[in-house]
């Protein structure tokens, strides 16, 4: 990068040319480009990316000095963040104490048979991601489900299904 | 700005909202949101455009008015409350504000779950504007930070703290004015404050419903602390989880910041305060206050050995005051009716009100507000109308993963930190969940201990393999696999965890176990000696189950 007329070296340059890295850029600008930006950096990553690849916790892990380790330590430390690209379509299983008593465990053995995986796994056509949540606070709506990014609430096996269903017809 | 300023704006907040014959409010929370209530909204604005009723009618999105499970809810000027509205109902709705009202959405409000509540926390829920700092300011939004800038002194202000008795609304009720009584009296550079949002129980949202209805209640409370303990930087950590509440806490700050009621020199004083979002990212165990911390400062969310405790040496090693958002949002009521006020409700050790997230099998789920000391038969019976579908009580479980279930015959125990203390569980922030006979409490132990294991961070041993040895035992008893033996090694890992863990998550995580131990010894006992299960949960179906 340059500033002026002369070179800094201390800073990496972003792994490739895409407009997304100036978000990630923003975000450590703003929380002084120190260490304890890690985590509302890697927030922003996830946002403008879908995932964090080793690519983005090398750029950011060498932008805020901190050794890939910590960077990498950090992300598979939180729940929310993943290394894997998420499927086209997400379906988020709540699993709080709420859901699971009003029948939750059911419509995910339902949807690991439907799908044949299991939680945290992307269907083989990258179609649809099956993810579990510890809780929505949602739970005046028990059990909830979340689609891409629709919480629906009461949901039914069938419900579920026909959801599907219909992202399957959408699509094809 | 200044009170007269203040009063300027909500006077003319008032004369505005004035102007309109009626309003109709609308549930804009995420409760209410996922059932369509934006479309409700638009559908009325639309219809009061096509009637030209523009400076007649007013909608206006608020916050969560209580009765989730019913919603979308819409609630008219005259009090009539409609539920399960559809954006077709629009019209009718309409029509009713003025004429009579449309009977086949009314929601009774005669029931004692709108009758038995004493709204302290949620005042403002369901009648203001999260998103417009004036509609805060004109109910009295802002005047308790006003008054404690021009008229008392940090040392007063903390005085009025103890004097209401608070307690930490976070789970451990912590006296809420020893803990900024310390902070201020800690030397440090500086002093910061911070804003525990993540809310980690399942089965609990009450917090996301304070920060998404009434967000400026929280700041208020914490640009109150901040001036008690001598803060000038305060952190919101807040679950990633929660867009809306995000969303809305954003535009609050920039709103405050606005108007000079944060930032540099506030109200022309000396006193400057800063407030930054901070997103959690999905760690149960940062409910804990040093894990917090570790978490703000960009780390793993692992928690230290205290002493020293966060009041000493916290964020950034400096004198750290850390609050949870309802403990936040009882202080500015505090300071406008005084500390005296507030020690008059609830009862001698627990003082004033608790807001509780009601799920599970109940009748009416949602979000109450009750005096302490109010006993678990009135809320689950009177306030939550009791079981659904003619089935039996079986257990009210609080404080979730870290609290207990408690049975049928401690159902007319008083709701304090004490009483739920020695019945074995907790008050924790406020999740109550219904069990009812279909619910097997041998799996709900499993259940819990399952979120423990994987929530465990595994920096202390008894907490990392403690947890996974207890889940096995728990496993192995819902496929009728353990035997007497795992039974006394499941009670002897109980005391293990409880007493060596390093933090509350370990310490706390046997809870459910001892909890169902005690009082459903004989649902145990079924699963080991006959292999079967009271309730009909466990079993090979159960398999796959997380």
């Keep these: 990068m340059v500033t002026g007329n002369t070179v800094d070296f201390n800073k990496p340059t972003p792994p490739n040319q895409d407009k997304r890295w100036r978000l990630v850029d923003a975000t450590m600008r703003r929380l002084g480009q120190q260490s304890r930006g890690l985590i509302e950096t890697l927030h922003t990553a996830q946002e403008a990316f879908g995932y964090l690849d080793e690519d983005a916790l090398r750029y950011v892990a060498a932008s805020l000095r901190v050794p890939l380790s910590r960077a990498y330590g950090v992300a598979t430390f939180y729940h929310f963040f993943t290394l894997k690209p998420a499927g086209e379509h997400t379906c988020v299983i709540c ?4 859901c699971y008593i009003k029948g939750a465990p059911q419509l995910l053995n339902a949807m690991e048979r439907d799908l044949g995986i299991s939680p945290g796994e992307t269907t083989a056509d990258g179609k649809v991601s099956l993810l579990t949540a510890r809780c929505l606070g949602s739970c005046g709506l028990a059990p909830a489900v979340v689609y891409d990014r629709d919480v629906a609430g009461k949901v039914t096996p069938q419900a579920i299904r026909e959801r599907l269903a219909e992202w399957k017809s959408h699509d094809s | 700005m200044t009170p007269e300023e203040l009063e ?170 020893l803990k900024w009584s310390t902070v201020s009296k800690a030397a440090g550079v500086r002093k910061y404050i911070i804003c525990n949002a993540d809310e980690g129980d399942p089965g609990a949202f009450m917090d996301r419903s304070v920060l998404e209805s009434d967000p400026h209640r929280v700041i208020e409370g914490m640009l109150i602390a901040a001036f008690a303990v001598g803060a000038s930087e305060g952190f919101i950590y807040v679950r990633a989880e929660y867009p809306l509440a995000i969303k809305r806490l954003r535009t609050a700050i920039r709103q405050a910041e606005r108007l000079g009621l944060l930032g540099a020199s506030i109200c022309g004083t000396r006193f400057s305060f800063h407030i930054d979002l901070r997103l959690g990212a999905g760690a149960f165990v940062c409910g804990e206050e040093t894990a917090l911390i570790a978490s703000v400062e960009g780390k793993r969310g692992t928690p230290r050995p205290r002493p020293p405790y966060p009041a000493q040496e916290g964020l950034f090693g400096e004198p750290t005051l850390i609050n949870n958002v309802e403990t936040y949002a009882n202080v500015p009521p505090i300071i406008r009716h005084g500390g005296d006020w507030y020690a008059q409700i609830g009862t001698e050790k627990s003082k004033g009100t608790k807001v509780f997230a009601l799920a599970g099998r109940v009748q009416n789920t949602g979000l109450v507000e009750v005096p302490m000391g109010l006993t678990l038969r009135e809320i689950v019976f009177e306030i939550g109308g ?86 096995r035992i728990l496993k192995n008893l819902t496929t009728f696999e353990a035997s007497a033996q795992d039974l006394l090694l499941l009670n002897e890992l109980c005391d293990l965890l409880k007493n ?36 009909g949960v466990c079993g090979d179906h159960s398999e796959g189950q997380p």
């Design chain 2, 386 to 471: 009791g079981i659904p579908s003619g089935k039996k009580f079986k257990a009210v479980q609080t404080g979730g993963p870290s609290g207990g279930c408690l049975p049928a015959d401690l159902l007319d125990m008083p709701v304090d930190y004490e009483s739920l203390a020695r019945a074995g569980s907790i008050m924790g922030s406020g999740g109550m969940i219904v069990m009812d006979e279909s619910s097997c409490m041998v799996d709900v132990a499993r259940y819990f201990m399952d979120f423990c294991m994987s929530e465990s961070c595994g920096k202390c041993v008894p907490c990392r393999v403690g947890t996974y040895q207890m889940h």
């Design chain 2, 500 to 535: 060596t863990s390093l933090c509350g998550l370990g310490q706390s995580a046997p809870n459910p176990v001892i909890s169902t131990l005690r009082s459903f010894a004989e649902e145990y006992k079924a699963h080991v000696e006959e292999r079967r299960c009271p309730a």
């Design chain 2, 8 to 177: 300027l704006i909500s006077e003319s907040e008032h004369e505005a909202q004035g102007q309109f014959a009626h309003r109709v409010n609308v549930c804009v929370a995420a409760g209410c949101l996922s059932c369509q209530s934006q479309s409700v909204k638009d559908a009325l604005d639309a219809d009061i455009k096509r009637r030209g009723w523009e400076k007649h009618c007013q909608t206006k999105g608020v916050g969560c008015m209580g009765l989730c499970a019913e919603g979308p809810l819409v609630q008219t000027d005259n009090g009539t409350i409609y539920q399960h509205v559809t954006a077709a109902d629009a019209p009718a709705i309409l029509d009713g504000v003025e004429g009579k009202p449309v009977t086949h959405l009314l929601c009774p409000t005669d029931i004692p779950f709108f009758q038995r509540q004493t709204k302290i926390v949620l005042e403002n829920s369901g009648v203001i504007d999260a998103e417009r700092i004036e509609d805060y300011i004109a109910s009295t939004g802002y005047g308790a930070l006003i008054r404690v800038l021009t008229e008392m002194t940090p040392g007063e202000v903390i005085q009025e703290i103890v004097k209401s008795g608070l307690r930490g609304r976070g789970g451990a009720g912590y006296p809420t004015g």
């Design chain 1, 95 to 98: 699993m709080g104490t709420a």
